[in-house]
Nanobody, 122 residues
């Protein structure tokens, strides 16, 4: 199971840190990804950290968002800085064992959390 938390209402340029607690899986065997679904849009990739430690971001968040993990707590974090109104979305964490070509695709992840709402006001 994956449990995402940390969402909330913030103003533009504020920061927020999301957490994803993983249970029932061998944490070190999985890549953990963050995706988001903005109103009226498809769920999109935000960040991923593989079990090797490699990290991936799309251009839209690179330099503003940072993913990290704490293996002692089986938890992955998404630090979001310089938030923009267009970052408003439900954020989901997911676990999987994607091959490289799937790392940014929903199909690469078989386990999903329930989502946490992030709202950024202008």
């Amino acid at each position: 199971q994956l449990r995402a938390c940390g969402g909330g209402l913030v103003q533009a340029e504020d920061s927020l840190r999301l957490s994803c607690a993983v249970s029932g899986l061998t944490f070190s065997n999985y890549a953990i990804g963050w995706f988001r679904q903005r109103p009226g849009m498809e769920r999109e990739f935000v960040a991923s950290i593989r079990y090797s430690g490699n990290i991936y971001y799309p251009a839209s968040v690179k330099g503003r968002f940072a993913i990290s993990r704490n293996s002692a707590k089986d938890t992955v974090y998404l630090q979001m800085n310089s938030l923009k109104p267009e970052d408003t979305a439900v954020y989901y964490c997911a676990a999987g064992r994607p091959i490289l070509s799937q790392i940014m695709e929903r199909s690469g992840y078989g386990y999903w959390g329930q989502g946490t709402q992030v709202t950024v006001s202008s």
